[in-house]
Structures are given as C-alpha cells and as structure tokens.
C-alpha cells in the first residue's frame, strides 16, 4: 500500500528556514519521481519541486535558489529544504508521486 506523510510544516519568520520531510511507504522512492507541491488558501495547487529517479531536478521560478529538494534511499524518504522564506510561501505542501499525494504539512511565514 502506497503511502506518503509528510512533516516539519510550522510558524516562522521571514528569513528563516525549513526542512520538510515525507516519508515514503510500500514503493521504492529511488524508482520514481517525486514532487513538492502547495497550494496556499483560496490559489490553485502548484508545482514547487521535483525530483526524478535519474536525480535531476526541476523547481519553480519563485523558489530557485531558495528550495532545494533531496531523497535519503535508504531511509526512503523525500525532504524539501526552504531557505530565506518569504510570506507567499504560506501554503499547505504536499508530498506526491504519480497518483498519490501526503495529507500535506502546514508552512506559515510571518513578516
């Protein structure tokens, strides 16, 4: 059974940093590609990170150079590190692979 979970969502200030974890179960994650999306109150979700079984990486514009995505094969388990948070990064993100997606960890950046 497929299942992801993520955590290490939280309240912090402009500026400051985050590490998100997902814990992946019932798939190898090394195998697939694994994305970071959020989707903040009253916006559509979107894209922020993704990261396929080759290792390359695709992020949005709003987030290059700021985010950083990752994978522990061993532990299997995706992170997204965010650095120089900004309030519009204050969304719910969800951890996904190809038809499944976490419950989602909540991130509020305050000015």
């Known amino acids: 059974q497929v299942q992801l979970e993520e955590s290490g969502g939280g309240l912090v200030y402009a500026g400051e940093s985050l590490l998100l974890s997902c814990a992946a179960s019932?798939?190898?994650?090394?195998?697939?590609?694994l994305n970071w999306y959020r989707q903040a109150p009253g916006k559509q979700r979107e894209l922020v990170a993704s990261?396929?079984?080759?290792?390359?990486?695709n992020y949005a514009d709003f987030v290059k150079g700021r985010f950083t995505i990752s994978r522990d094969n061993a532990k299997n388990r995706l992170f997204l590190h965010m650095e120089d948070l900004k309030p519009d990064d204050t969304a719910v993100y969800y951890c996904?692979?190809?038809?499944?997606w976490g419950q989602g960890t909540q991130v509020t950046v305050s000015s």
């Open positions: 019932g798939f190898r994650s090394e195998l697939w590609t």
């Open positions: 990261l396929t079984c080759d290792d390359d990486t």
């Open positions: 996904t692979r190809e038809n499944y």
